[in-house]
């Protein structure tokens, strides 16, 4: 009995971990495509190329996360959470085709990303 219910605690706990996770690079997505569109100097071809940028930002931020315990935010941690996200949002375009994006349109759109990303419902960070 016990046996079981770990399990069905597991299953619903699995199912949840990815219905988070989808929501993140939902919610990714419409930030960096609300982002792209109010950025001069930064261009997302096509719907597909803003979903992998979605993706490539979220990978980028874990590993920052992972290996360095500070969030790319830029209102989340100070300025280095500021620069962070610029640069994140400047390497991305090394990872993903149709994607471009000049230095300073990445300062501005780190900045245009953290007001969009604050008032956005759910935790969600680049």
Known sequence: MAEE?????QSKSGASMIWQVIGRLVTAA???AITAFFTPGFQINNIWTL???AIVLTIIDYLIVKFTGLHAT?????FVG???SAIVLYVTQYFV???TISWMAAIIGALIYGVVDYFLPGEQQM
């Open 5 to 9: 219910n770990q399990t069905k605690t």
């Open 74 to 78: 830029p209102f989340g941690k100070g």
């Open 82 to 84: 500021f620069v962070l």
């Open 97 to 99: 085709a149709g994607y």
């Open 30 to 32: 419409i930030v960096l």
């Open 51 to 53: 979903a992998i940028a």
